[in-house]
């Protein structure tokens, strides 16, 4: 929604200005899986796009929670470890297999060898439990769409008969962390983003109001044919102050 492959969207960065402008209260939940979230603050700003790491929400994060206290056999991007630090991570014996998402080098061919999901689906076939940072299927770079981990997780859950917990959007949980750091109310607030099924749906089932943009993920096919329908559509996140000085309440 703010950049692609690094690439920043026209006018994020004076969207994102506009908005802490007209007050608004903002936090940045995502579900990118390929850097820690120091990473993700800094190379935000080196697009312009300022925020403390207090306002991101990562799904890294998230699972240092969930987890804690656990062995983890964890299968994710290398630059996500330092979110991991508090956990136990192992390779055998493990509690929980933690599943992360795909990048755009090779590093992701070792991640999710085959050997790495094999040994993944013995520890989930000796009672391990799975759980993913996020269950993507896809996500866009430069180059167009690229498979994301939500492929292996789903290999995981036929080969295993388990299912995985979601870590990242669209859970329930996920949401619920982004209003409780905003102590904001669900029907109060509008969660902006470019994916029917992460922001969209699982904003909506956890109540909040909802604004799709046009750039990044956005396709019209899948939103003609979608049974999740957000609150409003714009142009890109460049619009956002613009229409909500118009429309919102």
């Given at each position: 929604m703010l950049h692609v492959s690094g690439r920043p969207i026209d006018g994020a960065a004076r969207a994102i200005l506009r908005l802490r402008e007209m007050g608004h209260r903002l936090r940045?939940?995502?579900?990118?899986?390929?850097?820690?979230?120091?990473?993700?603050?800094?190379?935000?700003?080196?697009?312009?796009?300022?925020?403390?790491?207090?306002?991101?929400?990562?799904?890294?994060?998230a699972a240092a929670?969930?987890?804690?206290?656990?062995?983890?056999?964890?299968?994710?991007?290398?630059?996500?470890?330092?979110?991991?630090?508090?956990?136990?991570?192992?390779?055998?014996?493990a509690d929980a297999v933690?599943?992360?998402?795909?990048?755009e080098t090779s590093e992701t061919n070792r991640v999710f060898s085959y050997m790495n999901l094999a040994r993944a689906f013995s520890e989930l076939d000796a009672g391990a439990e799975l759980y993913c940072l996020h269950k993507n299927r896809?996500?866009?770079?430069?180059r167009g769409p690229l498979?994301?981990?939500g492929a292996f997780v789903a290999a995981l859950e036929y080969a295993a008969g388990v299912s995985a917990t979601v870590l990242g959007k669209p859970s329930a949980a996920y949401f619920a962390?982004?209003?409780?750091?905003?102590?904001a109310d669900a029907e109060l607030t509008w969660m902006v983003g470019d994916d029917l099924e992460s922001d969209v749906a699982g904003a909506r089932a956890h109540g909040l109001r909802t604004i799709l943009v046009q750039t990044g993920k956005?396709?019209?096919?899948?939103?003609?044919?979608?049974?999740?329908?957000?609150?409003a559509v714009i142009g890109s996140i460049a619009d956002l102050p613009y229409w909500l000085d118009e429309h919102a309440l």
């Open positions: 940045f939940v995502t579900n990118a899986t390929t850097k820690s979230r120091g990473e993700l603050v800094q190379a935000l700003g080196g697009l312009g796009i300022e925020l403390s790491p207090d306002e991101l929400q990562t799904t890294g994060a929670t969930a987890l804690a206290g656990r062995r983890v056999l964890a299968l994710t991007m290398p630059a996500i470890v330092d979110d991991l630090e508090e956990l136990e991570l192992v390779g055998e014996s933690l599943l992360g998402g795909a990048d896809w996500w866009q770079t430069a498979l994301d981990a962390a982004a209003l409780e750091a905003l102590d956005f396709r019209q096919s899948d939103l003609d044919h979608s049974p999740f329908e957000p609150d």
